[in-house]
């Protein structure tokens, strides 16, 4: 204990001189701004780091040179290119083999009015053009990733495949680079937004509902996902899909009458929407286009429901809960001058809306941008095999991509690095096991942090810091954000990663530490929605206001106190859980 306001989370049990065995992080070799990823040390007991809920499974060697690209590299430079005031960016610390994070403040004041003396005639033209730029970052995704996609990787002669793969890796970074310099940019738009509803004395929990109400890709996606799952009832392929294991459903749907036609109108699905990953930044997952097991459970777990989901039933009751919303705030204002400076400063926060950009941009950046590395990667596996240097395709994920281009570059030699994979596999194994028992904070946990990012996407308000340095309520009721209005109860299922979404049985209380895009069609047929972190824009906020269900975020403990098969009521209007006797 450090004063009455701070605790601290030791970090003894995950210190380390190495992130993997046989590597150590050296200046030159990664992608970073100010500050690599590195593994945790004593010295940053200092600071806070927050577990990052995105990586369940923790994080492989190949993966983890994908979040340099993300978590240093592009926090850092975005924040940097745009002149952010408040911070420069995050840093990125490994226990085990899972992420965590601490923002990298901007703490001289003469820094910080320099700063704003840049940032704030760039985000005055930033939300001027907002549509404009990033219809145009959206098309040069668009056109960056079509190259990679209709590469015939096998065809590649050897320079053509490293010339590629590293072409990939550079097309996965500048993706998370325009990722941050525009999340920054409305961030800071809808935090002015926020200081503003704080005067007039409006509650922050409901500020976001005023940005809701409009379609974004990844509500496009499942809705083009349940059509499938309509037409698979319509063409009597629904018992083939249900029945046995996920594996085997291909076998089975091609035997049934019209499974053939069925077969046909997914594979559709996927060549348009199928190029996703599950996690962000994952080098060794495929996209649902090379392997649609996690389309076929989400389909499967629609029909479990017993109905369709109206998306635009949905999406008007949204726009109402939104209208109604911003009309009550009118009317508290009250004042005609106060509502006039109200009004426009909503115009400006819909207009350049982070809380659909948020999730329209996960179709461009966050669950596409990996898939030509992976792709790639996975070649150049085979031909390792082929040519004796692996035992196994997979074994090219537990090699990072500077050992892969020292190797390519003529630097070094594949048995420099080949050795590490059975100590690394085995590492990761054990880390991937302990999931569950890592903190969601690690080091001195504060009364407040200044990271717009960490406060409003990963949910560090001052309510969670209290409840982590409280460890947790002593009674029954976990109190968090009201992210999504209702009450229900439910049993309650407990998910630690997305690979396991498809234990969570329709009418069933999601339980998580967040959630990002891979959980969204979870939300059609769950009850409830309760993590452990998040904010007022997280996806789960977000992704439960637009399909209706109840949720509260940021409680801080949720998957510790709250067990698969639990009786809880959520409350999303009040944010408060209860688990029933």
């Known amino acids: 204990m450090t004063s009455a306001t701070?605790?601290?989370?030791?970090?003894?049990?995950?210190?380390?001189?190495?992130?993997?065995?046989?590597?150590?992080?050296?200046?030159g070799t990664t992608p970073t701004f100010l500050e690599a990823i590195q593994p945790i040390s004593k010295r940053d007991e200092r600071h806070l780091w927050n577990l990052d809920f995105h990586f369940g499974r923790g994080i492989k060697p190949g993966s983890l040179t994908l979040i340099e690209d993300t978590y240093t590299w592009g926090t850092q430079m975005g924040a940097e290119n745009i002149g952010l005031p408040v911070g420069r960016g995050l840093r990125a610390r490994l226990a085990g083999t899972h992420l965590y994070m601490s923002p990298i403040a901007t703490e001289a004041p003469w820094e910080v009015r320099l700063r704003a003396m840049r940032f704030g005639p760039f985000l005055q033209d930033f939300l001027a053009t907002f549509e404009q730029r990033w219809a145009a970052q959206a098309a040069q995704l668009d056109a960056g990733f079509a190259h990679f996609r209709d590469l015939d990787t096998a065809a590649l002669t050897a320079a053509e495949l490293f010339d590629e793969l590293r072409a990939a890796h550079e097309h996965h970074r500048r993706a998370w680079l325009v990722h941050f310099e525009f999340m920054y940019s409305l961030l800071a738009n809808y935090l002015g937004f926020h200081e503003l509803c704080g005067q007039l004395g409006l509650d922050p929990a409901q500020i976001s509902r005023f940005l809701g109400g409009r379609m974004h890709k990844v509500l496009e996606n499942d809705r083009a996902l349940w059509q499938v799952a309509v037409r698979a009832r319509e063409l009597g392929v629904v018992d083939a899909i249900a029945a046995g294991d996920l594996g085997g459903v291909r076998g089975r749907v091609m035997a049934a009458p019209n499974g053939q036609a069925w077969w046909r109108e997914l594979e559709a699905y996927l060549d348009e929407w199928g190029w996703r990953i599950d996690e962000n930044c994952t080098l060794d997952t495929p996209p649902w286009h090379d392997d649609p097991t996690p389309a076929l459970a989400a389909i499967r777990s629609f029909h479990g429901k017993g109905s369709d989901h109206d998306f635009d039933a949905g999406l008007r009751a949204s726009q109402r809960a939104r209208d109604e919303a911003i009309d009550e705030a009118r009317a508290q204002?009250?004042?005609?001058?106060?509502?006039?400076?109200?009004?426009?400063?909503?115009a400006s926060c819909q207009a350049a809306n982070f809380s659909w950009w948020n999730d329209e941009h996960n179709h461009y950046i966050d669950k596409r941008a990996a898939v030509p590395a992976h792709r790639l990667t996975m070649e150049l596996g085979r031909r390792l095999v082929d040519d004796g240097v692996l035992d196994a395709v997979d074994d090219v994920f537990y090699l990072l991509r500077q050992e892969?281009?020292?190797?390519?570059?003529?630097?070094?030699?594949?048995?420099?690095?080949?050795?590490?994979?059975?100590?690394?596999?085995?590492?990761?194994?054990?880390?991937?096991?302990?999931?569950g028992d890592m903190p969601p904070v690690l080091g001195t946990v504060p009364e407040r942090v200044g990271d717009p990012i960490l406060i409003e996407v990963f949910g560090l308000s001052q309510q969670y810091l209290k409840t982590v340095r409280d460890g947790g309520p002593q009674a029954e009721e976990i109190r968090g954000l009201a992210a999504s209005r209702g009450v229900v109860e439910g049993r309650a299922r407990v998910i630690m990663a997305v690979a396991d979404l498809h234990q969570?049985?329709?009418?069933?209380?999601l339980v998580s530490r967040g959630t990002d895009p891979d959980w969204t069609s979870a939300f059609g047929y769950a009850t409830a929605c309760v993590c452990d972190g998040g904010g007022s824009l997280s996806h789960?906020?977000?992704?439960?206001?637009?399909?209706?269900?109840?949720?509260?975020?940021?409680?801080?403990?949720?998957?510790?106190?709250?067990?698969?098969?639990?009786?809880?009521?959520?409350?999303?209007?009040?944010?408060?859980?209860?688990?029933?006797p």
């Open 6 to 27: 701070q605790a601290v989370v030791p970090v003894d049990d995950f210190v380390s001189d190495e992130i993997y065995p046989g590597y150590r992080p050296q200046y």
């Open 333 to 346: 204002i009250g004042k005609a001058s106060d509502v006039a400076a109200f009004d426009a400063t909503l």
């Open 404 to 435: 892969i281009f020292a190797v390519l570059d003529d630097r070094a030699a594949w048995r420099d690095f080949t050795c590490h994979i059975g100590d690394r596999r085995a590492f990761h194994d054990h880390w991937r096991e302990r999931i």
């Open 504 to 509: 969570l049985q329709p009418g069933e209380v």
């Open 540 to 580: 789960a906020a977000i992704i439960s206001r637009e399909y209706g269900i109840p949720c509260v975020v940021g409680t801080g403990v949720a998957t510790t106190k709250i067990n698969t098969g639990d009786l809880v009521r959520v409350d999303g209007t009040n944010g408060i859980v209860e688990v029933q």
